[in-house]
């Protein structure tokens, strides 16, 4: 399985951006697909997740409100929308899958990753 993130750049603070994550060689209902960030410096930490059906998700306390996953398994994508950005959202973003049944927000629980895609979010 591969993944691919995209959507990431440079914003304003108070700006929206989606990043989308497509799976490759394989099927993304067979995953739970989470998004990870690292800012530089810092360790990767968790952001959201969603379950296979999509109908249970979880969001890290620093997004909550602000961020919303959801995914289409028909076109084997997981989008993150991001809105109310700021400075402290700057970081390089991850998508990853997990062959667990439950939502998770570790990330050596997660099988697969993609190369991540930069957010950069300017006060």
């Known amino acids: 399985v591969q993944l691919q993130a995209s959507g990431g750049g440079l914003v304003q603070a108070g700006d929206s951006l989606r990043l989308s994550c497509a799976v490759f060689g394989g099927f993304s209902r067979n995953y739970v697909m989470g998004w990870f960030r690292q800012a530089q410096g810092k360790e990767r930490e968790f952001v959201a997740a969603i379950r296979r059906s999509g109908h249970i998700t979880n969001y890290a306390d620093s997004v909550t409100g602000r961020f919303t996953i959801s995914r289409d398994n028909s076109k084997n994508t997981v989008s993150l929308q991001m809105n109310s950005l700021n400075p402290e959202d700057t970081a390089v973003y991850y998508c990853?899958?997990?062959?667990?049944?439950?939502?998770?927000?570790?990330?050596?629980?997660?099988?697969?990753w993609g190369p991540g895609t930069e957010v950069t979010v300017s006060s």
């Open positions: 990853a899958a997990s062959r667990s049944t439950v939502v998770l927000s570790t990330t050596s629980q997660y099988d697969y």
